[in-house]
T-cell receptor, first 114, second 112 residues
Framework: DAGITQSPRYKITETGRQVTLMCHQT?????MFWYRQDLGHGLRLIYY???????DKGEVPDGYVVSRSKTENFPLTLESATRSQTSVYFC?????????????FGPGTRLTVL | EDQVTQSPEALRLQEGESSSLNCSYT??????LFWYRQDPGKGPEFLFT???AGEEKEKERLKATLTKKESFLHITAPKPEDSATYLC?????????????FGKGTRLSVIA
């Protein structure tokens, strides 16, 4: 199916563990993004990537690592999870809706860190 | 620093009761203003992009308008299925191709 998918959809982990959230898009969009969404803060950018092997920090990058070896995949890793990283994580890619440039979002991963 | 403020935080309407959601923004140079709809447990769904003051776009019961300082999302004769959180976001020319800055959203409830 065309689109953007995230896995897992739900994850419970413990403080200090490493967790990787996966994101896959089928459009071959160059730009991909990771956001987190928390009550009272809205969507905040963690990292983004302009192309394979090109990544840059967003507003809240601390504690996260990204990689992009292939255009279609953009995994997000929490190297040592903390309770403050409990959140809903959204992956997005940038493309055209007709002639309009916009971002398309995945369904999200709900992460709970105990 | 780019800023986006949405109001009200929450809005409760009776079915058929038209209203507007506001998005005020501060950017050095507006490249685009985006409206999204988000249903509970789902990712944001694209609605509109507006590029310049005076521009308007419509989709079913929704119409988005843009001025130099704010955007409005007008909802005409809403139905219960319009209940969702509506997000506004801006992109700054000075940020190049970097991502959107989002407001915190307006949670709309339409009661039958």
């Amino acid at each position: 199916d065309a689109g953007i998918t995230q896995s897992p959809r739900y994850k419970i982990t413990e403080t200090g563990r490493q967790v990787t959230l996966m994101c896959h898009q089928t459009w071959s969009h160059s730009y991909m993004f990771w956001y987190r969404q928390d009550l009272g803060h809205g969507l905040r950018l963690i990292y983004y990537s302009a192309a394979a092997d090109i990544t840059d920090k967003g507003e809240v990058p601390d504690g996260y690592v990204v990689s992009r070896s292939k255009t279609e995949n953009f995994p997000l890793t929490l190297e040592s999870a903390t309770r403050s990283q409990t959140s809903v994580y959204f992956c997005a890619s940038r493309g055209l809706a007709g002639t309009t440039d916009t971002q398309y979002f995945g369904p999200g991963t709900r992460l709970t860190v105990l | 620093e780019d800023q986006v403020t949405q109001s009200p935080e929450a809005l409760r309407l009776q079915e058929g009761e038209s209203s507007s959601l506001n998005c005020s923004y501060t950017v050095s140079g507006l490249r685009g203003l985006f409206w999204y709809r988000q249903d509970p447990g789902k990712g944001p769904e694209f609605l509109f992009t507006l590029y310049s003051a005076g521009e308007e776009k419509e989709k079913e019961r929704l119409k988005a308008t843009l001025t130099k300082k704010e955007s409005f999302l007008h909802i005409t004769a809403p139905k219960p299925e319009d209940s969702a959180t509506y997000l506004c976001a801006v992109q700054d020319w000075n940020s190049g191709n970097t991502p959107l800055v989002f407001g915190k959203g307006t949670r709309l409830s339409v009661i039958a």
